[in-house]
């Protein structure tokens, strides 16, 4: 069994969607960045990299390369899942906490984990998340920008035997 942990922060700004877990969340301001600026997604995606060793986003999305300008980062998970898959890794569970003063975000979670677990092509039981205020505590509590942590847990897949051919 391997562990892996990401975290992630994107600021605030105005005229910009707020996505989360590839969920389009009404509000008057939404996240910065190269990409669609996922907070969520891309705290999910370092855990998994993590538990792979593989690095981390920015070493396989580099935020200098148009390809990933305004890029859903359903599509970077997807390329992640692929990348695990490479290696043999199968995905056990995974964790996550998305740190935001506002807007209330529970209501749209249930979407959140389909859309990961649907990406990831695992049962929606095997992904929580979860959200939490910071009581207006420090960057987060006074609006300036929301935070995402996850944790994950993969296995490699059990290796078929290799049938021996005899001619
Ligand atoms: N942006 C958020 C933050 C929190 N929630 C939900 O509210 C509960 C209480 O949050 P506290 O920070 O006061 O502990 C939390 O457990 C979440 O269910 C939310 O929906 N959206
Ligand atoms: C997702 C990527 C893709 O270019 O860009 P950003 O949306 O800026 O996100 P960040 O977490 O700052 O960096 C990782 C990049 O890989």
Known sequence: ??????YDVHKLAPERQLILGGVTIPYERGLLGHSDADVL????????????ALGDIGRHFPDSDPRYKGI?????????????????????NLDAVVVAQAPKLAPHIPAMRENIA?????DPGAVNVKATTTEHLGFAG??????????????????????TVHF
Not at 41 to 52: C, E, N, R, T, Y
Not at 80 to 89: F, G
Not at 118 to 122: A, D, P, S
Not at 142 to 163: H, M, N
Request: glycine share 10%; charged share 20%.
């Open 41 to 52: 997604i891309h705290a999910v995606m370092d855990a998994l990299l993590g538990a792979a």
């Open 72 to 92: 859903s980062s359903l599509k970077l998970l997807a390329a992640v899942k692929d990348k695990l898959a490479a290696e043999n890794y199968v995905i056990n």
């Open 118 to 122: 649907r990406v990831l092509g695992v």
């Open 142 to 163: 006074r609006g300036e920008g929301i935070g995402a942590y996850a944790v994950c847990t993969l296995q490699r897949a059990e290796q078929q035997p290799r049938k």
């Open 1 to 6: 069994m391997r562990v892996g942990i990401g």
